[in-house]
C-alpha cells in the first residue's frame, strides 16, 4: 500500500504533473494506494474522476495552514499507516514525517526554498521579512524534519545542483524521473510564422502569479514597451480580467490586446492556444520542470525563457532566452524576431529533440523508483 500525499498541490504545474502521475497509477497494476489532498477547487475534477477507482482512497484534510499540515501530516499519517499497512509514504510536494519509520520518498517539485537566485531578488527588493516568512521559516522546516537517509524524486539534475547550496546532499539518494510524455503523437509540427500579422503572445500561470519567483513584473513591463513600440500583438493569459486588475503588478493599458482565459484544466483547449504567429513567454526565476514551458516545446511554438542554469538544464539550447529582471532584454527578443525573416522551424524541432531525449534518459514509472528504494 502506497501513502500519496499531495498536500500542498495547488498551482497549475503541481496539478498536471499530479493528473499524469495517477494516469500511470491507473494504467498499471498497483496494490493500492490512499490520497491524500487539500479540500481546494482546482481538485475536484481529479477527486471525481478517482473516488471509484478500484484500489484507490482519498482522504481530504479541509483545514490549512503550515501548523496545521504539520499536525495531520505527522500525528494522523502515522494512524493511517498503521491502520492501512502502508509500505511507502510518496511524498508529493517536498514534506517528510520524521517521526514515522516507514520507508518515505520525497517529490522536489518546489525549489524556490533552495534558489540563491531568488533569495537575491528578495534582498534587492529590501523584502526582508517577506523572504524570512516565504523562503527561510519553510526551509529550515524543511531541513528539519527530513530524514537523515532521505530518497529524493527530482525532475532534472538541476534540482540536486541548487539543493547542495543550502543542504548537505551526499546521505541522500536522487531519482531523476520524468514526468513528460515524449511519445510522437505529443508532439506538433512547427507553427508557421508571418511577423507582418498579428503576433500572439501566450503567458502561462496560475493564481499564484503574484509570487517574486514567477517574476511576472519582467513580462507586464517588456509587454508596455511592446506596446509603447507600436508592434501588432495580442497576449493570451490564463488568468481572469479581475485577477489581473487587482493586482498592482499588472498594467491595464494592456486590457485591450489581453484575452484572459482564466484556469485552463482541458487538455486539448490548452492545445487549442498553441497556432501560427505564436509565442510563449516564461519569466520564473527558478523553476524544477517548468511544464508550461514544455507544453509550448511540444506544441511546436518559439519559446523565450530566462537565461538560468535550470533552463539549460531541462529545455537545452535551441529555445530562446533572455537575460533575467531585464525587461529590455525581453522585449529586444521578441522584437529581433519579429523585425526578422528568419524560419525557426529546425529550431523549434532541435528543441523538440533535445526533449525527447532529456526526458528518456530518466525512470518512466514512479513503480520503477518505489521498487529502487525498497531495494
Known sequence: MILFNALGIRDSGGLRVLQVELGKYNEE????????????????????DYKHVKNFKILIHKASGLWSRLYYE??????????????????????????????????????????????????????????????????????LIRPKQAYIEIQSQHVEVEMANFVNTKSMLFFIKSDVIVTDD???????????????????VGPHFESLHKNFTDFVKAMTVLEKQGFDFKIDITLTREQLNSSQIWDESLNDKTNFLGYISDKEKMRSLFTNN???????????????????????????????????????????????FNKNSLFEKIATMINSNESYS?????????????EKKKFNSILEVFKNVQK
Open 29 to 48: 497494476t498497483f496494490p493500492g494506494y490512499i490520497l491524500v489532498c487539500n479540500d481546494s477547487e482546482y481538485l475536484k475534477q481529479i477527486i471525481e
Open 74 to 143: 505527522n500525528v494522523v499519517f502515522k494512524k493511517i499507516v498503521n491502520k492501512y499497512n502502508v509500505d511507502i509514504i510518496y511524498n508529493f510536494s517536498g514534506s517528510s514525517q520524521p517521526f514515522i519509520k516507514t520507508l518515505q520518498l520525497i517529490k522536489m517539485q518546489n525549489l524556490s526554498f533552495y534558489s540563491k537566485e531568488l533569495d537575491g531578488a528578495y534582498w534587492r527588493q529590501y523584502s526582508f521579512m517577506s523572504w524570512i516568512k516565504q523562503v527561510l521559516i519553510k526551509r529550515v522546516i524543511l531541513n
Open 186 to 204: 505529443e508532439f506538433c509540427k512547427p507553427k508557421s510564422y508571418d511577423f507582418s500579422k498579428t503576433i500572439n503572445i501566450i503567458y502561462i
Open 278 to 324: 505564436t509565442i510563449l513567454v516564461s519569466t520564473s526565476i527558478i523553476e524544477t520542470l517548468g511544464l508550461h514551458v514544455i507544453e509550448g516545446i511540444k506544441n511546436g511554438v518559439i519559446t523565450i525563457v530566462p537565461n538560468e542554469n535550470y533552463a539549460n538544464s531541462v529545455y537545452g539550447g535551441n529555445v530562446v532566452k533572455y537575460e533575467l
Open 346 to 358: 529546425a529550431k523549434i524541432l532541435s528543441a523538440q529533440d533535445d526533449l525527447r531525449k532529456n
